[in-house]
């Protein structure tokens, strides 16, 4: 039912405004909304998603992007996305802001302005908007078009680092899994490195994966430290239920020193190749997966000049044949021989995929190389 007391001018306002409750439902939305998407009053509030109520795209955006921001930082800004109404869809800018009481009840406010051009999402998003029906199998195109946008969107370049990535599906699944990775700058001089793995598969995984993804990047921050994130990320997954069970190992590489301070949520170990010595798994800093939130830890190991280190699924070492130890041996001792000046992850990821057969999971792996404090910017 609309909010008791709501002014005149909330019915008569010229943009569309909306009050949802914490999980996104519709509870109160002013004349101008409903007649953009032609709906009733009792067909909308209560018990309509805003979600519903978007084309497939902005279905998506919210679902990954803004829902996870505005649990995160309380509020975002004019966003384009596009209202499914009678006439088509009509694109519009979406403003909202989280507000909590005393009581712990939770409710959205949002603002919904027409826009004068076609609306513009990340591009992340846009192969999945092009591909979005509503059958299995358009579905699914949906998902591997959003997992393969995600995945693909540009890692930081810096004359004091590379980092290089791959990502392989899973051979006979039709739907994607939940693997991811992710590469940026927490500030200047520290490096984010991430690779997740969500539990199920196809479009449910996807998206849990972008929220995910995202809700690493907003709770990051100068200071924060791998233990630290992990517990915010604790926090979100326990509010919005989504990504429980999932797994992240996170490092912050400090560039000026090579100092690397990591923590495993229930992840397999990075593995550093120095570029002298022996390889080394990092089992330090491990905790379990996220959504249980108890005694996050992290731990610390320095990097030489040129030294390489990666982060991977467990696609890439896991068989039914052979124990996960054994797995984990054969990915360093290709490594080893695979990885350096003529080598490269794609050679790497393709020599322990080529005897996987055909019940072989989706495969990520971010290798990242750090050039050491004296290499010119």
């Known amino acids: 039912m609309p909010t008791p007391g709501r002014s005149h001018a909330w019915d008569v306002a010229p943009v569309a405004l909306l009050q949802l409750a914490a999980d996104g439902t519709i509870l109160d939305a002013n004349r101008m909304f409903l007649e953009w998407v032609g709906r009733a009053p009792q067909d909308v509030l209560g018990g309509t998603r805003l979600s519903e109520l978007l084309s497939v795209g902005g279905r998506i955006y919210w679902e990954t992007h803004l829902s996870p921001l505005l649990h995160m930082q309380g509020r975002i800004d004019e966003v384009a996305v596009e209202l499914r109404g ?8 979406l403003s909202a802001r989280a507000r909590s009481f005393d009581d712990g009840a939770a ?25 979005a029906d509503t059958s299995a199998a358009q579905k699914a195109s949906v998902a591997h078009e959003l997992q393969l946008a995600l995945l693909t969107t540009n890692l930081p370049t810096d004359d004091r680092f590379r980092v290089v990535t791959e990502y392989r599906p899973g051979v006979q699944a039709l739907e994607v899994g939940g693997d991811w990775y992710d590469a940026f700058l927490v500030d200047d001089d520290v490096l984010a490195l991430v690779v997740g793995d969500v539990v199920g598969r196809g479009l449910h995984a996807a998206t849990a994966m972008g929220q995910l993804r ?14 630290a994130l992990l517990e915010r990320v604790d926090r979100f997954v326990e509010r919005t239920a989504v990504g429980f069970m999932a797994t992240i190992a996170y490092a912050e590489v400090a560039l000026d ?56 699924t467990d696609g890439l070492v896991e068989r039914r044949n052979r124990p996960l130890m054994a797995g984990l041996e054969v990915l360093a001792d290709a ?15 393709t020599q322990l995929l080529d005897h996987a057969g055909d019940e072989r999971d989706d495969v990520c792996a971010l290798v990242m190389k750090w050039w050491g404090p004296d290499r010119d910017r």
């Open 86 to 93: 009678p006439d088509g869809r009509l694109p519009v800018l």
């Open 107 to 131: 409710v959205v406010d949002v603002a919904l302005s027409r826009a004068t051009e076609r609306s513009r999402y990340e591009r992340e998003l846009l192969a999945a908007r092009a591909a």
């Open 214 to 227: 995202s809700a690493v990047r907003a709770v990051a921050g100068p200071g924060v430290g791998p233990a």
């Open 257 to 312: 020193t090579g100092r690397v301070r990591y923590a495993c949520a229930g992840h397999l170990p990075p593995l550093r190749f120095p570029a002298t010595g022996a390889h080394e798994f990092l089992w330090e800093g491990r905790s379990t997966p996220l959504g249980f939130g108890s005694g996050r830890v992290e731990a610390e190991v320095t990097l030489g000049p040129e030294d390489l280190l990666m982060l991977y």
């Open 335 to 349: 490594g080893a021989a695979i990885l350096g000046p003529s080598g490269s992850v794609r050679t790497l990821v």
